[in-house]
């Protein structure tokens, strides 16, 4: 397949571009387009053929859940039936933007789309392209990262096309996206609002409008037995090629520690890379350091991290080993992400 790859200004979209665009969703085919977390992977979300492309596309199994993306609230309800006011208090406050809900389904929605499920991932984005291209694709999107299965999500267009030339009929270039880490999802069919995965919007922040939130079981501890809600949430993640370690610890025995270890597998010619922040990125000393940003900028932080996590790979690094933060606020959704890159490789010290 020939993927056609387009550039679009955020400030003044090219509106042609976003119509060609519509008219392939319309017909049954992928496009991979910008939002504010990161690129998502875009079929027809009530075209059944579309969602099995794409799980094809991102060679991911097919009882992994797609969310729907809507450009107008009010569009709800064309996917979700049984709407409790919750989800309307929380998009009025969220969206456009980086919270995703679950809902229970409409029959008409294919289970395709849904992995099967009886509910329906569905968010509105808070990114102009994708809010055009959504309603130019007559309004529903279904969408995963637009990365491999596995890989780190892409936040730029460039390992969008690393990934998925050859399988999207068309990238939408809008440049790099400011979060950086994908979507909270809440889930508002069980009794209590549940957290299934952190994200740029904070559990705090959802609890003012809904009142008390639990925590999806898995997202705390990785050695429960129970499944996760969130399908996609047991597969290994965000992994970069490297085996990566995530170490906490006051400051200085971190630095220590890292550079011990650093010196010792060069000694065997082993290439580490190493995930630090502005205050410290000067005391190591490794085959490449990256800075997240400052340590207490948060955002920061967290819109960096996929696209380290990529570098790496492309630079060839054996090892990674990365500083920790403590979890809270938007750090609980970046930690979530590091230590599953890591595989829950952690050393405390
Ligand atoms: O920020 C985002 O959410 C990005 C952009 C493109 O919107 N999308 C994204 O999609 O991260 P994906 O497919 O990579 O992650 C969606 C997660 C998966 O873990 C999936 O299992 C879960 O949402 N999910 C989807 N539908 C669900 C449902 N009905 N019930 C429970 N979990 C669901
Ligand atoms: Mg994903």
Redesign the pocket.
């Known amino acids: 397949m020939n993927t056609k790859v387009v550039k679009v200004n955020r400030i003044q979209p090219n509106a042609a571009a976003l119509v060609e665009a519509g008219d392939i969703i319309k017909s049954g085919g992928l496009v991979a387009f910008p939002?504010e977390?990161?690129?998502?992977l875009g079929g027809d979300a009530f075209n059944k053929e579309s969602s099995r492309k794409i799980y094809e596309a991102k060679g991911r199994p097919s009882d992994?859940?797609?969310?729907v993306?809507i450009a107008n609230i009010t569009d709800i309800d064309k996917v979700a039936m049984d709407i409790p006011k919750v989800a309307y208090d929380l998009a009025a406050r969220f969206w456009p933007g980086?919270l995703?809900m679950?809902l229970k389904?409409r029959p008409e929605l294919p289970k395709e789309t849904?992995?099967g499920?009886d509910?329906?991932?569905i968010?509105m984005?808070g990114h102009e392209v994708a809010l055009d291209f959504i309603t130019a694709a007559g309004g529903f999107v279904a969408?995963?990262?637009?990365n491999r299965s596995g890989k780190p999500?892409p936040t730029s267009a460039e390992y969008v096309v690393e990934d998925m030339y050859g399988f999207a009929d068309m990238i939408i270039d809008g440049g790099n996206c400011e979060v950086g880490l994908?979507?909270t999802?809440v889930?508002l069919t069980c009794e209590k609002p549940l957290i299934?995965?952190p994200?740029f919007i904070t559990i705090e922040e959802i609890g003012e409008v809904v009142g008390e939130v639990d925590f999806d079981k898995c997202i705390i501890d990785s050695s429960s037995d129970e499944p996760p809600?969130?399908?996609?949430?047991k597969y290994r993640h965000y992994a970069p090629k490297a085996e990566m370690t995530l170490v906490s610890g006051p400051s200085d025995k971190v630095v220590k520690y890292i550079n011990d270890k650093t010196n010792e597998g060069a000694r065997e010619g082993i290439k580490t890379g190493v995930i630090a922040t502005n205050e410290t990125q000067y005391s190591y000393a490794a085959f490449s350091v990256k800075s997240l940003g400052p340590r207490r900028d948060g955002k920061q932080v967290a819109r960096n991290l996929f696209r380290i996590l990529r570098e790496f790979d492309d630079e060839g690094v054996d090892v990674i080993y990365a500083e920790s933060f403590e979890e809270t606020g938007i750090f609980r959704a970046t930690m979530n992400r590091m230590i599953k890159a890591a595989g829950h490789k952690e050393v405390n010290l």
Not at 64 to 67: G, Q, R, T, V, Y
Not at 143 to 146: D, F, K, M, N, R
Not at 229 to 233: C, E, F, I, K, Q
Request: charge should be positive.
């Open positions: 939002t977390t990161v690129y998502g992994n859940p797609l969310i993306h980086p995703t679950i389904k849904t992995g499920l509910t329906v991932a968010r984005p969408a995963p990262s637009a999500s994908e979507s999802i889930d299934l995965r994200g809600r969130a399908p996609g949430m």
